[in-house]
């Protein structure tokens, strides 16, 4: 059986929100399997797209009670490669009992939540309020570079996005829009939809930018295009210590719905 075959075959497994396919994943020189007599007993991928950062992406394995082993031995043998990549912090979710066990057995503590957040959508949120000298236009590809350069400088490095994954983002998005001031991109956001639910999946604004409304401004046009497409509800994904995006989004209206999920860190 193939790895592809493998991710595919009802076993154990655990993958983090990711915007690139696990198959391609498999491609990528972070990823490990663990083979016995030409079986695939277990697969990883831990690929260090942010140095000195780097996220587990997959753990699959066969359920035979033997998956701790399994993560145990992957997650050693990963971990020279990361070194030689420069990574000194390994993160993962964890969204249930068994990974958080996993985690806990293999030298990870708790770092932070993520927390969701929702908010109904009416016309009096979706009232855009664009500060004089700026503009939002739809997201192209020309400008994905610039917004790379901009999420490096918006977010720690635990939590930026590489040029693969904000690529896959745009392709995936249903709605996708940048802020410009004399040509240049200064803030962008990234969305998308189902059914009656949106999901603001990134935003971000550039140092320098900040304190003008800017993210407001996104956020309030990302509410009009939820309307025109008849969607009633946006979530947006933060963390539990992120104390200034919490008041931003709940100065926006949003509420904490759903439980939280433990972030967890390994310093190697």
Not at 5 to 20: C, E, R, T, Y
Not at 222 to 241: A, H, P, R, W, Y
Request: hydrophobic share 40%; aromatic share 10%; with cysteine.
């Amino acid at each position: 059986m193939g790895a592809n075959s493998f991710i595919q075959g009802g076993h154990l497994s655990f993958q983090h929100l990711d915007w690139v396919s696990p198959y391609l994943r498999l491609e990528q020189p972070g990823c490990l399997a663990l083979i016995t007599d030409d079986e695939i007993k277990a697969l990883i991928s831990i690929e260090p797209e942010n140095p000195p950062v780097a996220w587990i992406r997959l753990f699959v394995c066969l359920r035979d009670g033997q998956h701790a082993h399994y993560f145990s031995e992957l997650l050693q043998k990963s971990l020279p490669y990361l070194k030689s990549e420069g990574v000194t912090q390994l993160y993962t979710l964890s969204p249930a009992d068994w990974t958080e066990a996993l985690f806990a057995a293999n030298g990870f503590s708790i770092n932070t939540q993520i927390i969701t957040l929702m908010r109904e959508i009416d016309i009096e949120s979706a009232q855009i309020s664009t500060p004089a000298g700026f503009s939002i236009r739809p997201m192209t590809a020309r400008d994905l570079d610039a917004v790379r350069t901009l999420d490096e400088q918006a977010f720690p490095p635990a939590w930026q996005m590489n040029r693969l994954s904000l690529q896959h983002a745009y392709q995936d998005s249903s709605y996708s829009t940048v802020v410009v001031t004399a040509g240049r991109v200064v803030g962008y956001q990234i969305s998308t939809s189902t059914f009656s639910l949106a999901h603001l999946a990134r935003l971000a604004v550039a140092p320098e930018a900040q304190h003008r409304r800017l993210g407001r401004a996104l956020v309030q046009d990302v509410f009009m295009d939820c309307l025109e497409k008849g969607i009633s509800t946006l979530s947006v994904n933060t963390q539990s210590d992120n104390a200034i995006s919490l008041k931003f989004y709940q100065g926006l209206g949003f509420h904490q719905e759903g439980k939280l999920i433990p972030v967890y860190c390994r310093h190697i």
